[in-house]
């Protein structure tokens, strides 16, 4: 399976990772054939790439995680998102579910996160990042040997880790001009805004609520709201910090193009043990290589 770029996609071409709107619902199926309406719609909703089965057996078994507990993730948190918006209480129970069987799929499947799935239209940015920071950090909470009572609040705190962007409004996120300073600094409340909201919630522990507060921190402390270090820093918030930055960097935004998971390895380890946990970034090396 390949990662082609919309303007090299071709009529006749076999789609190897469906493709989701915003609200979860598929847009394009796995395994379906490029036809020139599908290509034409693909241009027409800014899709910037898609993954292109290679090879003669077509074989799609590249996912760390499956797609159906992908999708049960990506349909919760938009969920999630419009019942906040729409003023009620932040209920993660539906959540909880599809993250065990991420959890489980991960520890069960061994494999590398090479192939994640990473095509995501403009809307469907924040609750495609939150999976897939969810599954780079509990991949590295694997390596360190956590049960699975850490595995669980790494992973929550990793999945709702930029959850006070529900208190952003709509028109602030979805700009595409450059943001004013006013804007950028109230971008810069969500990791305070998460935190509260999840430190109140009876369903999260209060350190997975810590992840959401301190996953702008920098290891060497030029990082925000509080610009604590080290070892101030909680290690799930450490971990999550380099997950956000790793998914962040590979993927597609209007305003720049995806890396390369070598190029990105390549920023991070040059933040390693200054921005990064030294310790983190190996592991997260480990994983990708
Ligand atoms: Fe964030």
Do not use: W
């Not at 796995?30 to 309406?37: F, L």
């Not at 719609?41 to 992908?70: C, F, H, N, Q």
């Not at 810590?210 to 509080?226: C, F, I, K, L, M």
């Not at 993927?251 to 390369?260: F, Q």
Request: aromatic share 6%; with cysteine; proline share 3%.
């Amino acid at each position: 399976m390949e990662k082609v770029r919309i303007e090299d996609l071709q009529v006749g071409m076999i789609v190897g990772k469906s493709i989701f709107a915003p609200n979860g619902v598929i847009l394009i199926r796995e395994k379906a054939v490029i036809t020139a309406p599908i290509l034409s719609k693909m241009k027409e909703l800014g899709l910037p790439a898609a993954y292109i089965i290679t090879s003669p057996d077509g074989t799609t078994s590249e996912d760390l995680v499956s797609e159906a507990t992908r999708i049960d993730l990506v349909r919760s948190l938009s969920k999630l998102d419009s019942q906040v918006r729409a003023g009620q209480n932040l209920n993660i129970l539906s959540s909880k579910q599809p993250l065990y069987t991420l959890i489980d799929e991960i520890i069960s499947n061994q494999k590398s996160l090479i192939g994640m799935a990473d095509i995501r239209l403009h809307g469907d940015y924040i609750y495609g990042h939150s999976v897939n920071v969810c599954t780079i950090a509990v991949k590295i909470g694997i390596l360190l040997g956590y049960n699975q009572l850490k595995l669980s609040e790494l992973g929550i705190g990793a999945l709702f880790h930029d959850i006070g962007m529900t208190k952003i409004p709509l028109q602030v996120l979805d700009k595409t001009s450059n943001l004013t300073n006013d804007e950028v600094k109230l971008i810069q409340t969500h990791p305070e805004a998460g935190f509260g909201m999840l430190k109140e919630n009876q369903a999260i522990s209060m350190v997975s609520a810590h992840v959401a507060y301190q996953h702008h921190e920098r290891y060497d402390g030029s990082g925000y709201p509080r610009g604590i270090a080290g070892e101030s820093i909680h290690e799930f918030a450490r971990i999550t910090t380099v997950a956000d930055v790793y998914d962040s960097m590979t993927t597609e935004k209007i305003y720049r193009r995806a890396k390369s998971s070598a190029e990105t390895l390549q920023f991070i380890q040059s933040k390693r043990g200054t921005e990064f946990d030294p310790d983190i970034v190996d592991l997260l090396k480990q994983i990708i290589l």
